[in-house]
């Protein structure tokens, strides 16, 4: 089992939509949470850093962290072109980040 | 502020040989730490350097080796490379009293 588990998508959305972006993870004893995200052969961009259970906003991101059920949410409000990237789950494990496989997003003008 | 930056961007290798990539860390980090992307994957962590000694390594064999420099660039050499090594390989650096890693652009290793 991967530590850090996202389903890879591509996901389509109209411009303007609320997108949802989800991540599961295995190991307990994951203290950080991070988003970023990557354009197309450019390197991954930190969008959101979050350390306890919660939501934390930044904008029109949040991201929201649930240790009970070991889930990641990130929430793009107000969608646009420019958001289409491939977005990275990740966490922290002894000074190593541990990625889930990204998931690919499409905002449709 | 010049953020990480790698060179070169774009790198054509056939099997068998030896390429060394480079790192120079965002002003002000001491850490840096490599990882491999394939197509389609997340990052995968290779190893970190800090006081120019390793002091962590993924799970990467003994053909990938790295460096770092006094002024705490790095360099990431693999040996008798693999088709399989092509990859984008990303650099990221932190300071030693932060957790947050940025990352650099990555250079884009092709292995014919």
């Known amino acids: 089992q991967k530590e850090v588990e996202q389903d890879p998508g591509p996901l389509s959305v109209p411009e303007g939509a609320i997108v949802s972006l989800n991540c599961t993870y295995s190991n307990s004893a994951f203290q950080y949470f991070m988003w970023y995200r990557q354009y197309s052969r450019k390197g991954p961009e930190l969008l959101m850093y979050t350390y306890s259970s919660g939501n934390k906003e930044d904008g029109r991101f949040t991201a929201q962290v649930d240790k009970s059920s070991k889930y990641i949410s990130l929430f793009i409000r107000d969608s646009q072109p420019s958001d289409s990237a491939t977005y990275l789950c990740?966490?922290?494990?002894?000074?190593?980040?541990?990625f889930g496989k990204g998931t690919r997003l499409h905002i449709l003008p | 502020d010049a953020g990480v930056t790698q060179s070169p961007t774009h790198l054509i290798k056939t099997r068998g040989q030896q390429v060394t990539l480079r790192c120079s860390p965002k002003s002000g980090h001491d850490t840096v730490s490599w990882y491999q992307q394939a197509l389609g994957q997340g990052p995968q962590f290779i190893f970190q350097y800090y006081e120019e000694e390793e002091r962590q390594r993924g799970n990467f064999p003994d053909r990938f080796s790295g460096h770092q420099f006094p002024n705490y660039s790095s360099e990431l050499n693999v040996n008798a490379l693999l088709l399989g090594d092509s990859a984008l390989y990303l650099c990221a650096s932190r300071d030693g009293s932060q957790e947050t890693q940025y990352f650099g652009p990555g250079t884009r290793l092709l292995v014919l």
């Open positions: 990740a966490s922290n494990r002894d000074d190593k980040i541990i």
